[in-house]
């Protein structure tokens, strides 16, 4: 089946972001359900930190052990211990690390299912009025940055996080006043680290929103490329496009910005608390206070104290971004769903109904206004009207895209909008010069309408649309669609959508001009096609051209949003209105 995909982006259309309390419940959700993992990454991290602690420890030892006069073989044995610590520390490493993936890639799944679960369930006219390219952004890179975050950053900062507060414990351990001091000479480190988080969140929504925008833009001009090179446009979409870029451009350079000043700052505070320890740590070797071995322990903690802190700064930008990525990808979870509350009853026969309808888009006036309309089964009814008039908009309610927001469309009596998709699709189609295929094979792309269908069932729905090109393919219905595989020209795709609406079978067809966009050659097949689709159902068309209008058993016409006129052409003709005028002055051009 096909759909119109309108866009009409805008800030009251944008796609919901979730708060962040909302993306710390769903990131607790997500460790609840690998808790046993989540603990055990926690627990190998303990060892292989209190691992990592014994080597300044012995190496301040040696230092102690030859000052008093210690030999060799005191020397070799704590060096060979220092060996042992260390391929602990690296075993025990690897294998958090390890486990921390298998978490990662287990939550990042359970991500990626719901997000598309998400995405299915959102009404079709919510997400069309946000953009594709807002959605497919955030199914893509957001979901690739939460990935990220979940399966290398958040493991890492975990791992180094706890390394870092068993150093600093062992410092104090080896003296509470160099510990105190080393600890002071830290706060550059907290001060660059805040300065960041203050300013790198609504860095990254912007950046975030601006990577949305380039591709709705470049999704909007890629789809109209027929429409705009036949109105000339293309200078105007040129500067547009350039315009988007150099907004996500400045996004990009803010957040380099950042990271730059984050990075710098905490190269240098590194150094600070080592410098503070060795010159204190002089002093009271002076005064007997403390041993070499001791201040030797201390200043090499604390330079080891810079591997796991960096690691875990460094990780702070991913975290960061991850954490505005998701909350991007959980705003979803904000959209209302088409399959909450108990189900609809199955209507009672196929006559269509429009009473009292009122719709308006967001941040609008009134589209369609007080419409009543009864389609009666099998008829074939044309929507006219001047640009603008609510045609299409009725459609979309006629095909349950929309809702009223007074009022009520029905089929056997049943609102529209409650019929879940699959049940929907049983009824009603909306049929439009768009189409959609996927990626897959032509067995998959048919099976969207009919999952149960069998081979026989998918070839006579092409057969019946002429796509005679099916034996033509190297692997038949198993030949793969897309970039890598069969690539299909305009006509075959528009007759493999339409094959899609012969296996959902609906009784009516909501036509909004599906030929209008296409080059003779290919409306001329599709039209073709058509004719066997439409065969015995009821037929709703959007008439652009009056000829539809002229076959159809009744024309129902629409101004500022109101039906003035229903019945049939020469009805219609003899009653000398706005049908009759716009009639003949279709026909006299003509003619002419």
């Known amino acids: 089946m096909t759909t119109g995909t309108g866009t009409g982006t805008g800030p009251g259309n944008a796609l919901p972001v979730a708060t962040g309390a909302a993306v710390r419940r769903a990131a607790l959700r997500l460790i609840r359900l690998e808790r046993r993992a989540f603990l055990t990454i926690l627990a190998v991290n303990a060892l292989a930190a209190a691992a990592a602690l014994a080597a300044p420890w012995i190496v301040g030892r040696i230092v102690d052990e030859v000052r008093d006069g210690a030999g060799t073989g005191t020397v070799d044995r704590l060096a060979l211990a220092i060996v042992g610590f260390a391929l602990a520390q690296l075993l025990l490493t690897r294998w958090a690390r390890y486990t921390?993936?298998?978490?990662?890639?287990?939550?990042?799944?359970?991500?990626?299912?719901?997000?598309?679960?998400?995405?299915?369930?959102?009404?079709?006219?919510?997400?069309?009025?946000?953009?594709?390219?807002?959605?497919?952004?955030?199914?893509?890179?957001?979901?690739?940055?939460?990935?990220?975050?979940?399966?290398?950053?958040?493991?890492?900062?975990?791992?180094?996080t706890v390394q870092s507060l068993f150093l600093v414990a062992a410092v104090f351990a080896v003296d509470p006043l160099l510990g105190t001091v080393g600890l002071?000479?830290?706060?550059?480190?907290?001060?660059?680290?805040?300065?960041?988080?203050?300013?790198?969140?609504?860095?990254?929504?912007?950046?975030?929103?601006?990577?949305?925008?380039?591709?709705?833009?470049?999704?909007?001009?890629?789809?109209?490329?027929?429409?705009?090179?036949?109105l000339g446009l293309q200078q105007r979409r040129i500067d547009a496009a350039e315009t988007v870029v150099r907004h996500c451009l400045r996004t990009r350079l803010r957040t380099?910005?950042?990271?730059?000043?984050?990075?710098?700052?905490?190269?240098?505070?590194?150094?600070?608390?080592?410098?503070?320890?060795?010159?204190?740590?002089?002093?009271?070797?002076?005064?007997?206070?403390?041993?070499?071995?001791?201040?030797?322990?201390?200043?090499?903690?604390?330079?080891?104290?810079?591997?796991?802190?960096?690691?875990?700064?460094?990780?702070?930008?991913?975290?960061?971004?991850?954490?505005?990525?998701?909350?991007?990808?959980?705003?979803?979870?904000?959209?209302?769903?088409?399959?909450?509350?108990?189900?609809?009853?199955?209507?009672?026969?196929?006559?269509?109904?429009?009473?009292?309808?009122?719709?308006?888009?967001?941040?609008?006036?009134?589209?369609?206004?007080?419409?009543?309309?009864?389609?009666?089964?099998?008829?074939?009814?044309?929507?006219?009207?001047?640009?603008?008039?609510?045609?299409?908009?009725?459609?979309?309610?006629?095909?349950?895209?929309?809702?009223?927001?007074?009022?009520?469309?029905?089929?056997?009596?049943?609102?529209?909008?409650?019929?879940?998709?699959?049940?929907?699709?049983?009824?009603?189609?909306?049929?439009?010069?768009?189409?959609?295929?996927?990626?897959?094979?032509?067995?998959?792309?048919?099976?969207?309408?009919?999952?149960?269908?069998?081979?026989?069932?998918?070839?006579?729905?092409?057969?019946?649309?002429?796509?005679?090109?099916?034996?033509?393919?190297?692997?038949?219905?198993?030949?793969?669609?897309?970039?890598?595989?069969?690539?299909?020209?305009?006509?075959?795709?528009?007759?493999?959508?339409?094959a899609r609406v012969v296996l959902a079978d609906p009784h009516t067809l909501v036509l909004d001009e599906a030929t209008a966009l296409l080059d003779p050659r290919t409306a001329r097949h599709t039209e073709r096609a058509l004719a066997a689709v439409l065969a015995g159902r009821t037929v709703i068309a959007v008439a652009h051209r009056l000829q539809t209008a002229h076959d159809a058993d009744r024309v129902a016409v629409m101004e500022d949003g109101r039906l003035t006129e229903l019945g049939t052409h020469d009805e219609l003709v003899a009653a000398g209105g706005a049908y009759a005028a716009l009639w003949h002055s279709w026909h006299g051009g003509e003619s002419g």
């Not at 359970?110 to 390219?133: F, H, I, M, N």
């Not at 009672?348 to 967001?362: L, Q, S, T, V």
């Open 256 to 498: 380099l910005h950042l990271r730059s000043v984050l990075y710098t700052g905490i190269d240098i505070s590194y150094l600070l608390p080592v410098a503070a320890v060795v010159l204190l740590g002089s002093a009271l070797i002076d005064r007997g206070t403390v041993t070499l071995g001791a201040v030797v322990a201390a200043a090499l903690y604390l330079r080891q104290l810079a591997q796991p802190l960096d690691a875990v700064l460094m990780r702070v930008e991913q975290l960061q971004s991850a954490k505005v990525a998701f909350a991007r990808v959980e705003g979803l979870g904000l959209l209302p769903r088409t399959d909450t509350g108990p189900p609809a009853p199955e209507p009672d026969g196929e006559r269509i109904e429009i009473r009292d309808a009122h719709f308006a888009y967001d941040g609008g006036g009134d589209v369609v206004r007080g419409v009543e309309l009864t389609v009666r089964p099998g008829e074939q009814l044309a929507l006219v009207g001047p640009s603008g008039a609510g045609k299409t908009t009725l459609g979309r309610l006629l095909a349950g895209l929309d809702t009223p927001h007074t009022g009520s469309v029905t089929v056997g009596g049943v609102p529209v909008a409650a019929l879940d998709p699959a049940r929907l699709r049983r009824h009603i189609a909306l049929v439009t010069q768009e189409h959609h295929i996927f990626l897959g094979t032509v067995r998959d792309n048919l099976r969207i309408a009919a999952p149960d269908a069998d081979d026989t069932a998918l070839r006579a729905a092409l057969a019946a649309v002429g796509a005679d090109w099916l034996t033509e393919l190297p692997a038949g219905l198993d030949t793969g669609i897309g970039v890598d595989g069969h690539v299909l020209d305009g006509a075959q795709s528009q007759q493999l959508a339409l």
């Open 100 to 160: 921390g993936h298998r978490f990662g890639e287990r939550s990042i799944a359970r991500v990626r299912e719901e997000y598309a679960e998400r995405a299915l369930a959102a009404p079709a006219s919510v997400v069309e009025r946000a953009g594709t390219g807002d959605l497919t952004a955030r199914g893509t890179t957001d979901v690739a940055t939460v990935g990220t975050g979940l399966r290398d950053a958040l493991p890492d900062v975990l791992v180094n």
């Open 184 to 230: 002071i000479g830290l706060i550059g480190v907290w001060l660059v680290t805040r300065w960041y988080l203050r300013r790198a969140e609504s860095a990254y929504h912007e950046e975030g929103t601006a990577n949305s925008d380039l591709a709705e833009e470049l999704a909007a001009t890629a789809t109209g490329s027929r429409t705009v090179e036949a």
